[in-house]
């Protein structure tokens, strides 16, 4: 073998050795950010899930506001008819 196939041999395997890094640091910083896309993924779940409950809850107090509101009426529609049998005026 001469000097330039040895060189050319060298090169070669220099370039290998850069090229690897190169797919090894890329494969890394890949990795961190599915990493980071993952955790900011269940982070996100979490929050729609603790908002899914408080939406839940509310609805239930405002259902449970709304019998309130209905019965009330309906006991103020009652008083108003004891009033006007009485003889008084609403």
């Not at 690897?20 to 993924?41: D, F, M």
């Not at 982070?43 to 107090?61: C, F, G, I, P, T």
């Not at 004891?82 to 005026?89: E, L, S, V």
Request: include cysteine.
């Amino acid at each position: 073998m001469d000097a330039g196939t040895t060189l050319l041999g060298s090169l070669l395997a220099c370039a290998g050795v850069l090229g690897a890094a190169v797919v090894a640091y890329l494969g890394k910083r890949g990795e961190n950010a599915l990493t980071g896309y993952s955790s900011l993924t269940e982070k996100l779940q979490a929050e729609r899930d603790r908002l899914e409950r408080q939406v839940a809850e509310r609805d239930s107090r405002i259902s449970e506001l709304s019998t309130l509101h209905t019965a009330d009426q309906s006991e103020i529609a009652r008083l108003r008819l004891d009033i006007h049998r009485m003889g008084g005026t609403s």
